[in-house]
């Protein structure tokens, strides 16, 4: 994840799996600390399972969820504090699916200026590889016929 726009992309599809899953199962009444372990395996991130691994055990501990992914440090501030004030409102599973949606549009969005770079980066690189195709294959004809006229 430390590729300058993808990485940022991978983390940005990552969090909308993690916070999906996690918005989703405690919609459906899963316990927190089994909900944080599964939405772990789903986010497709190593960094951010290990981050809700350690808040697993502190959710097993009786502490909340937000406590347990501030102390990994995995996390962006804005995303444990929002879910911390959902917590204390009883609003977790609606601001999580919430977060998820950021994230799915920030990844789109961040996929969409990726390409937006790349396109006349491969233009570019498809005019060098013609010219270079062209003067390969014309050059050798101009020698010819500037020796035949000699």
Do not use: N
């Not at 013609?130 to 016929?145: C, D, E, K, N, S």
């Amino acid at each position: 994840m430390r590729a300058p726009l993808l990485g940022q992309i991978a983390y940005a599809a990552a969090s909308a799996r993690l916070c999906s899953t996690l918005g989703m199962l405690l919609r459906h009444r899963v316990p927190a600390p089994e909900a944080l372990r599964l939405a772990a395996d789903a986010s497709g991130s190593e960094v951010l399972a290990a981050a809700c691994r350690s808040a697993e055990l502190v959710a097993q501990q009786g502490g909340s969820i937000a406590e347990g992914l501030k102390a990994a440090q995995a996390l962006q501030p804005a995303f444990i504090w929002r879910l911390a004030v959902a917590e204390q409102s009883s609003t977790l599973p609606q601001t999580c699916e919430q977060i998820a949606h950021f994230y799915v549009e920030s990844a789109e969005s961040l996929a969409r200026k990726t390409i937006s770079v790349a396109e006349p980066v491969v233009v570019i690189i498809l005019g060098l590889v013609l010219w270079a195709t062209v003067t390969g294959m014309f050059l050798p004809l101009i020698t010819i016929v500037s020796q035949l006229s000699g």
